[in-house]
């Protein structure tokens, strides 16, 4: 299998020749069994337009496929410039959650003539997709689907095998099963779940075919709003090892489902988020090899033009102190020391503390039990980086009294450090904002300052030369 350099290589060479010309048999021999995940892949490494006429240049099946694995550029460039019909052709071919998604990436006014176009002759797909599309970006009920296989209570087993055998091949899955009730006419409640696995297993057990859903499905369902978030989705579906979770309308109707597989490109794009943010670097839905320098640029020059201003802190207390480091300069020396050991030990405990969150470990009404252990962690941690300093500073400058300061300083500065580390991100999640964007920028920031002011003030007190 060729890699994914080789094919884009392979793709360029092959887009050279007019695509109407000889551009057709490069075409048709370089893509000939390739499948669509590879050529998204590969297609990280063309231009737009080349990207265009491959597209252009599938089969329909495997040009739907394409234009759901797409980055959001490079499907907005494809559906603003590709055939209409050809586009409208590719949302009926997709699942609903997918076309939702891409027919999110076009203009308002091109979405609005697809879904027309669309109602012409799918018009329940459009008008699903049109539902979808009012829910919340990165909402459940933004990312479900209807299409899975619905049973009802008084089927017996035969009736539920031949309704997973008869059931609709845009189906999304069949791993678990639905159990449906239809009340006042159309509306849909959920009553039960049960897995193929399951249901293959109560028949065998039973030896009776004639055996109803009812005996063996599951009543305690675990499920979620059409509002609530992609995250909390994901965690849920992690910590029950679900194939797929119900969502229910706000009125308590069964809306839908959510597939695993949805789940891990969203596990992908909250854990890059989170990464970036870690970074201070603004996240991109470009690949990065599809970034120009300038947006590079304008990723990360934001969040470093704010922690420069904010080191000015850093710079202020320099100067308010500098009378001390002319009369002791050999506290200058172990400045860089502490400072950087601070701001790591932060940067562990805001990235811990994160994390947590992230897994529901931990929620806000946790907040002092944290703090307490996190700082209870920085005694045993500062106090072991002390009795370090202690030495490097007592062999380095032959001075205990340095020693006891930088010593000292080592362990009110980690102790401090870990401790806001580990406040900050509950916090920014109480006021409803990202902690890792939040926390990991600034920890480093304020503890340099921070720790520069306790480190002075404990040289003033131990150091007679100060007094």
């Given at each position: 299998m060729a890699t994914q350099t080789e094919l884009s290589s392979r793709l360029r060479s092959a887009l050279k020749g007019p695509v109407s010309g000889s551009g057709d048999l490069g075409l048709t021999s370089t893509l000939r069994g390739v499948r669509p995940e590879d050529i998204a892949e590969a297609a990280l490494d063309l231009t737009k337009p080349e990207i265009l006429a491959v597209f252009n240049w599938l089969d329909n099946e495997r040009a739907?496929?394409?234009?759901?694995?797409?980055?959001?550029?490079?499907?907005?460039?494809?559906?603003?410039?590709?055939?209409?019909?050809?586009?409208?052709?590719?949302?009926?071919?997709?699942?609903?959650?997918?076309?939702?998604?891409?027919?999110?990436?076009?203009?308002?006014?091109?979405a609005e003539e697809l879904l027309n176009s669309l109602a012409q002759t799918a018009p329940d797909d459009a008008e699903e997709i049109r539902d979808l599309l009012s829910y919340k970006e990165g909402s459940a009920g933004?990312?479900?689907?209807?299409?899975?296989?619905?049973?009802?209570?008084?089927?017996?087993?035969?009736?539920?095998?031949?309704t997973v055998r008869e059931s609709d091949e845009e189906v999304e899955t069949i791993s678990d099963l639905f159990i449906i009730e239809t009340v006042e006419g159309d509306r849909e409640i959920l009553t039960g779940v049960i897995s193929l696995r399951e249901l293959v297993r109560a028949g065998a057990r039973r030896k009776d075919p004639n055996v109803k859903v009812r005996d063996f499905m599951t009543t305690?369902?675990?499920?979620?709003?059409?509002?609530?978030?992609?995250?909390?989705?994901?965690?849920?579906?992690?910590?029950?090892?679900?194939?797929?979770?119900?969502?229910?309308?706000?009125n308590g109707d069964f809306a839908g489902i959510i597939t695993v597989d949805d789940i891990i490109d969203v596990l992908v794009e909250e854990q890059t988020e989170d990464v970036l943010a870690l970074g201070a670097v603004t996240p991109t839905e470009k690949p990065y090899l599809s970034n120009t320098i300038f947006d590079l640029f304008k990723q990360r020059f934001g969040w470093l033009l704010l922690l420069f201003v904010g080191g000015t802190l850093t710079s202020s207390v320099m100067e308010r102190y500098q009378g001390d480091l002319k009369t002791v300069v050999s506290l200058a020396v172990f400045i860089p020391l502490l400072i950087g050991t601070g701001g790591n030990a932060g940067a562990q405990a805001v990235t811990t503390v994160t994390r947590a969150l992230a897994l529901g470990e931990i929620e806000f009404r946790d907040v002092l039990k944290v703090v307490w252990r996190e700082a209870r962690t920085g005694i045993l941690i500062g106090s072991a980086l002390g009795i370090v300093g202690f030495c490097m500073a007592f062999l380095g400058q032959h001075d205990g009294l340095i020693g006891i300061v930088v010593a000292i300083s080592q362990?009110?500065?980690?102790?401090?450090?870990?401790?806001?580390?580990?406040?900050?991100?509950?916090v920014f999640r109480r006021m409803g904002l990202d902690p890792a964007v939040m926390s990991a920028p600034f920890i480093t920031t304020l503890v340099d300052a921070t720790g520069l002011i306790f480190y002075f003030t404990i040289a003033r007190f131990i150091l007679p030369a100060l007094k």
């Open positions: 739907a496929d394409l234009l759901g694995l797409l980055d959001d550029e490079s499907t907005s460039y494809v559906v603003e410039n590709a055939p209409p019909a050809r586009i409208t052709d590719m949302l009926d071919r997709l699942p609903m959650d997918d076309a939702a998604d891409v027919i999110n990436e076009a203009s308002p006014e091109k933004r990312m479900m689907t209807d299409a899975f296989v619905r049973l009802r209570a008084d089927m017996s087993v035969n009736e539920a095998f031949v305690d369902i675990i499920s979620v709003s059409v509002d609530t978030d992609q995250e909390e989705v994901a965690r849920l579906i992690a910590k029950y090892d679900f194939q797929a979770l119900p969502v229910l309308a706000r362990v009110v500065v980690v102790i401090w450090a870990v401790t806001v580390g580990s406040f900050l991100p509950m």
